[in-house]
């Protein structure tokens, strides 16, 4: 499996000052619009996020996943389509990614996966 663009991301991070702090967050999105479990989609995409969990570590990035099943992406309700979430879901986002990235808090309801510096 070849991904350009986590070379690209190795890149971009090593330019950056050594002061710097780096959060890689993953969106969430509606479960129907994630990989199935067991498809090549699905295989692709944790390939994907073991090979970029392995640049955050190298250049000491916070890691912020939303994207899979949790009580925030089986609701209908908070999204407009399987991509887009409405904006009290962007406000919730907004204050978990402080929450989690600055402060280390873990969900509080298994919405999203911190992986510390």
Known sequence: MQFPAVAWLDETLA????SSR???????????????????????EA????RIAAVARKHR?????????????REDANYWDGLHYRLPIAARIAKELADAAIEGKPSRDGSYRLTPP
Do not use: N
């Open 15 to 18: 330019r950056l000052p050594p």
């Open 22 to 44: 780096v959060i890689l967050a993953y969106m969430p999105v509606h479960v129907s619009a994630q990989a199935w479990p067991g498809t090549r989609d699905a295989v692709l």
């Open 47 to 50: 390939e994907c996020k073991v």
């Open 61 to 73: 990035a916070t890691e912020i996943d939303w994207r899979i099943p949790s009580v925030l992406t």
